[in-house]
């Protein structure tokens, strides 16, 4: 079956402006957490939803957003970009069962914020 | 934060097993130790999880200590494409929060 797809892959932004990202998740899969990845702090947790719920939420400014779709699809919203919003974004889906079930991610999509 | 502990490296000569080690002595009852795996500029990939006893697939072994305070993901034939950033960290109704990994260099 498919895997996780992030649209799109590579994108560039000016300062100031606004960007959406895209999460399909795998097909069933219910929960879609969203990390940020920069060589300094590694690997983030920024929120996950589940059935359309934030369901946990990390240690980011509320520039930082996400909603998902009844089709479990996600989308995360990053407003009045900044230059230290340049990372690779993550997300990972699951079926959403608390403990006992692993994460899938995407290859991510690559902000560059100039 | 991370709450487990990893060699910040290891190298591992190609064909021999790779021993990669983990403490995580502040783990629950209920909460399951994960190992996943990033190579260069790709998404992290899972390769196993267990609770208390020991765990195969068809990637790696995981074992678990009796106190379940560590654990070790065993590859056991290292390939060059094995080469890759190896985090541990353990979840039971909290997201996965990631640490900084072990670094593996499987070398020719």
């Known amino acids: 079956k498919a895997g996780v797809t992030q649209t799109p892959r590579y994108l560039i932004k000016t300062r100031g402006q606004q960007v959406t990202l895209s999460c399909s998740p795998i097909s069933g899969h219910r929960s879609v957490s969203w990390y940020q990845q920069t060589p300094g702090q590694g690997l983030q947790f920024l929120f996950e939803?589940?059935?359309?719920?934030?369901?946990n939420k990390g240690n980011f400014p509320g520039r930082f957003s996400g909603r998902q779709f009844s089709n479990s699809r996600s989308e995360m919203n990053v407003s009045t970009l900044e230059l230290g919003d340049s990372a690779l974004y993550l997300c990972?889906?699951?079926?959403?069962?608390?403990?006992?079930?692993?994460?899938?991610f995407g290859q991510g999509t690559r902000l560059t914020v100039v | 934060d991370a709450k487990t502990t990893q060699p910040t490296s290891m190298d591992c000569a190609e064909g021999r097993a790779a021993n990669l080690p983990c403490n995580h002595s502040t783990i629950s009852g209920n909460e399951y130790v994960y190992w996943y795996r990033q190579i260069h500029s790709q998404g992290p990939q899972y390769i196993i999880h267990?609770?208390?006893n020991n765990e195969t697939n068809e990637m790696a072994s995981l074992i678990i200590t009796e106190d379940r305070k560590s654990s070790t993901l065993i590859l056991p034939h290292a390939t060059l494409r094995d080469t890759a950033v190896y985090y541990c960290l353990y979840s039971g109704n909290t997201p996965l929060v990631f640490g900084k990994g072990t670094r593996l260099s499987v070398i020719a």
């Open positions: 990972a889906s699951s079926l959403g069962n608390r403990g006992n079930t692993e994460a899938f």
């Open positions: 267990g609770l208390k």
């Open positions: 939803y589940f059935s359309e719920t934030q369901r």
